[in-house]
């Protein structure tokens, strides 16, 4: 599997932006509205992506929102977490609008992880 991203939640995104493409180099790779969350996206040499997220009327962020890795099958992935207890929040389901495939787990310390598939 590979690191594909970490969603943060952020209440500035001018200020995030220039913290982290200005400052530190990365570069935009892309951005969308979601049901009034605006996605954000950096990345750097590497293949793994930053994503911010700022969410309208929310008080105040709440950090790390979820964390996206790669599998080369979803579905066989999240067999094998609920055969070993692993708590699954989401099965498999097909995001036809970009084409993948995507499961949500929950890892040891309760974080959101999204595991998803190229189809």
């Known amino acids: 599997m590979d690191v594909l991203h ?19 180099g ?3 790779s892309r951005q969308y509205e979601l049901n009034g969350v605006t996605n954000y996206y950096v990345t750097g040499a590497g ?6 997220r ?12 979820h964390i996206a890795v790669a599998a080369d099958d979803v579905d066989t992935t999240v067999e094998d977490a609920a055969d070993r207890g692993v ?10 609008r970009v084409n993948r495939r995507l499961a ?5 310390d309760g974080y959101t992880v999204h595991v998803i598939e190229d189809l």
């Open 87 to 96: 708590p699954v929040q989401q099965e498999p389901r097909t995001l036809e």
């Open 6 to 24: 970490t969603a943060i939640e952020v209440s500035d995104l001018d200020e995030t932006r220039v913290f982290y493409e200005d400052l530190l």
């Open 54 to 65: 700022v969410v309208d009327d929310a008080p105040d962020p709440t950090g790390i929102e």
């Open 104 to 108: 949500i787990l929950t890892d040891p």
């Open 26 to 28: 990365l570069d935009r």
């Open 47 to 52: 293949p793994g992506e930053l994503q911010f």
